[in-house]
Structures are given as structure tokens and as C-alpha cells.
């Protein structure tokens, strides 16, 4: 995960892992496969609902995954507060959840609150069902923006709302840049933009 910048105001990254609730490092790693195969081949039968979808509604629907924002002029297959998601969504029958660089906010007016969610997203799945939920920061050479929970608490919250064989995937997850030049042979980002992020994962057995 990215954590710091250099001197030079280049990204330090630090190489990307997959580690269980106990902080030990998965033995055969699996979520950033899964997630990044969920993201490019779509939902494949499954019913998939991607929570909190705003500008890739499109992208996501494009899948065969059904949408959730709470911004109706995205124009998501369910308009809804994600902090009320069983109001709209039933009880066991999603086999995926997929929560995507969404907003937290302890008193759920300009976000989710975790406490409020965890549970309903368990409830929401099938059994056998799987949770990615994706947090993001960005770092750029004035600074990080954004939040990312501590993945301790982030998955202390998902076993208290029943969740089974929780673990977490850290690393860099996209490079943008403003502007770059090449010189000679090789190429010179300026402003580079680094999304950092944690993909949270769990399942309902």
C-alpha cells in the first residue's frame, strides 16, 4: 500500500497482500483476483448488486450487476440510502455485495455508517455469499486526500455482524497523471495521482 511520498515527490509503494482478520498473511491469495474478475467479466449469473455505483451505474449495469445509489440522476436500478439497505433489498438474496469507494460517516448523512451496514449487507446475502467492500485514498505530491478505516476495526465490525473467513487485500490500485513527457527513453509523470486502497472481503456461511 502506498503510505508515504519521496523526496523527490515520487510514490513510495509498498508491494500489495492479502492478510486474514488475525493480520497473518493469506496462504493462497484470492480477493484481488476475484474483485478484478468481478470488475472485467461481470456477474455471470450470479446476482450481484454493487452498493453506492454513482458514475459506473453504467459500467457496472453493462455486467449484469444491479445498482444501488442513493443519487437518482446516476440512474441506478435501486435509488436508496445505503444506510436502509434492507428497505429495498431482501433478506438472502444477493450472492455478492460489492461497495466501492462509497463515503463513511459515523452519523450516515454524508455516508454509511459501518455499524448501520454490516449487519444488513449480512442479511442481504445468500449463504455462501461474498462481500467486497473497496476504501480508498488518494496520494498526490501536496498530500493524501480522502479516509481509509483501519482494517482492524473495518473487520472487527464484519465478524460482529456474523461474517466468516474475513480478510483484507492492500495495494496500489491505479496511477493516474496530469500530464507526462518523454525524454530520451523514458517517460516523466508530473502530478502523479496514486489510488491506494484495501479491498475488505467476507462470506456468509
Not at 519521496?6 to 492479502?18: A, F, H, M, N, T
Not at 488475525?22 to 496462504?27: I, N
Request: aromatic share 6%; charged share 20%.
Amino acid at each position: 500500500m502506498i503510505d508515504a511520498l519521496s523526496e523527490k515527490g515520487l510514490p513510495v509503494i509498498e508491494p500489495s497482500s492479502e492478510r486474514t482478520i488475525t493480520g497473518a498473511k493469506l496462504e493462497v491469495p484470492f480477493i484481488h483476483d476475484q474483485y478484478f474478475q468481478l470488475r472485467t467479466t461481470g456477474a455471470q449469473g450470479r446476482q450481484v448488486l454493487v452498493i453506492g455505483s454513482g458514475p459506473k451505474t453504467d459500467n457496472w449495469r453493462a455486467l449484469g450487476c444491479e445498482t444501488l445509489d442513493i443519487n437518482p440522476r446516476v440512474r441506478p436500478d435501486l435509488v436508496a440510502d445505503a444506510n436502509k439497505l434492507n428497505a429495498v433489498v431482501g433478506l438472502e438474496t444477493r450472492d455478492t455485495l460489492v461497495a466501492e469507494c462509497v463515503s463513511l460517516d459515523p452519523n450516515g448523512k454524508k455516508g454509511i455508517d459501518l455499524t448501520k451496514f454490516m449487519p444488513q449487507a449480512f442479511a442481504a446475502l445468500k449463504i455462501g455469499g461474498q462481500l467486497f467492500f473497496v476504501s480508498a485514498t488518494s496520494h498526490t505530491p501536496s498530500g493524501p486526500t480522502g479516509t481509509v478505516l483501519n482494517p482492524n476495526v473495518f473487520k472487527s465490525l464484519m465478524k460482529e455482524s456474523g461474517f466468516k473467513n474475513i480478510a483484507s487485500w492492500s495495494g496500489p490500485i491505479l496511477l493516474m497523471a496530469q500530464r507526462t513527457r518523454e525524454i530520451g527513453d523514458k517517460v516523466i509523470v508530473d502530478n502523479p495521482i496514486m489510488q491506494s486502497a484495501i479491498i475488505y472481503y467476507g462470506q456468509k456461511i
